[in-house]
């Protein structure tokens, strides 16, 4: 299985950005789908943002325009540049690999926390 580590959450200002890494072992990145998710206390997991193996993207409605994943295939890394972040933004995010065939990965997460 894959071992995904994040990193780059931490504490920021409402109207603030960070950037979050995730870093893959593992052969078959380049072919892997990968997505980062979020879990607010309370609230179910949800898909943020992904990226499939050609670089098309999609995002959750309400962080289009703000959020972009990207992903280096050479660093085997993904990705998540957040922008005009807001306190609804919080939670914990993580990283996730989708490979056709295999059970898909998870990272240990990183905690954002957006104060207002």
């Known amino acids: 299985q894959v071992q995904l580590v994040e990193s780059g959450g931490g504490l920021v200002q409402a109207g603030g950005s960070l950037r979050l890494s995730c870093a893959a072992s593992?052969?078959?990145?380049?072919?892997?789908?990968l997505g980062w998710y979020r879990q607010a206390p309370g609230n179910q997991r949800e898909l943020v943002a992904r990226?499939?193996?050609?670089?098309?993207?999609d995002y959750v409605d309400s962080v289009k325009g703000r959020f972009t994943i990207s992903r280096d295939n050479a660093k085997n890394t993904v990705y998540l540049q957040m922008s005009s972040l807001k306190p609804e933004d919080t939670g914990v995010y993580y990283c996730?690999?989708?490979?056709?065939?295999?059970?898909?990965?998870w990272g240990q997460g990183t905690q954002v926390t957006v104060s207002s």
């Open positions: 996730n690999y989708k490979l056709v065939g295999t059970p898909d990965s």
């Open positions: 593992g052969m078959f990145f380049s072919i892997s789908t």
């Open positions: 990226i499939s193996r050609e670089g098309m993207t």
